[in-house]
């Protein structure tokens, strides 16, 4: 990037904006996998120690698929829509604080390059020469930290969310259903733990964190999901039959 290139050194934030945009999506996405691999075990292995009946396996463990799935969606649809809302909120108010308050405005913008390292002539020339190509996005990208060419879609949130959900629960959902009756349970219980291993993984890298801490994290926490549902199953079973 040019020194003293203003429309550069927006696009450079709005670069690094985006790609924080994308990590925060790919850590959303294993999260929802991860969410759709240890419910659905959960709920599958509860029911296998209660009765290895292939029917009633098929039917708790589509059930919570399903409604996972489609809770998933509907919340992800109400937090980002209401997140879309606020943004849009703050993007109004500040498109009508720039025509009412222009000056204001632009000395707002060059104080705020000023706090990232600039010299107040170099920062007073960016933020004039940026309100001259977009006043609006350079506010919104400095001074609120959003993008308005890059609003989350809540429609499209909504489905990633279902749609990763769904792919996690397929997993154990499978193991299950396909392995031989005597070893299924042993046989589900590896795959979600190494499924699980490999989310923890993932999450940390998108995150930014320390990547055994998640693994182990990740593990320990099916492994006592499945556990403790298995036992409340077979309890159930016991008591029942």
């Known amino acids: 990037m040019a020194q003293g290139d203003p429309v550069a050194f927006q696009t450079a934030e709005a670069q690094a904006g985006s790609h924080a945009h994308r990590l925060n999506s790919l850590r959303a996405a294993v999260l929802g996998a991860n969410d759709g691999i240890v419910s659905t075990a959960g709920i599958v292995i509860g029911v296998a120690g209660a009765t290895p009946d292939f029917a009633p396996i098929l039917v708790a463990g589509v059930a919570g698929l399903t409604a996972g799935a489609l809770s998933m969606a509907v919340g992800e649809y109400v937090s980002v829509s209401a997140q879309r809302d606020s943004?849009?909120?703050?993007l109004e108010k500040e498109r009508r604080e720039l025509e009412e308050m222009p000056e204001e405005e632009l000395a707002e913008l060059a104080g705020l390059y000023e706090e990232k390292g600039l010299t107040p002539e170099l920062a007073l020339e960016v933020a004039t020469q940026l309100h001259e190509h977009d006043a609006l996005a350079a506010h919104a990208e400095t001074e609120l930290g959003i993008?308005?060419?890059e609003l989350t879609s809540p429609t499209v949130a909504a489905i990633s969310s279902a749609i990763a959900f769904t792919v996690g629960s397929a997993l154990p959902l499978a193991?299950?259903?396909l392995a031989p009756a005597d070893i299924k349970i042993p046989v589900t219980a590896i795959g979600v733990l190494l499924a699980l291993a490999l989310t923890g993984y993932l999450s940390a890298r998108a995150g930014g964190t320390p990547v055994p801490r998640a693994m182990i994290?990740?593990?320990l926490g099916g492994f006592l999901a499945m556990g403790v549902t298995y036992w409340i199953g077979r309890l159930v079973g016991i008591s029942i039959g």
Do not use: Q, T
Not at 87 to 90: D, R
């Open 217 to 219: 994290r990740n593990v």
């Open 147 to 149: 993008d308005p060419n």
């Open 175 to 177: 193991a299950i259903l």
């Open 87 to 90: 943004e849009m909120a703050l």
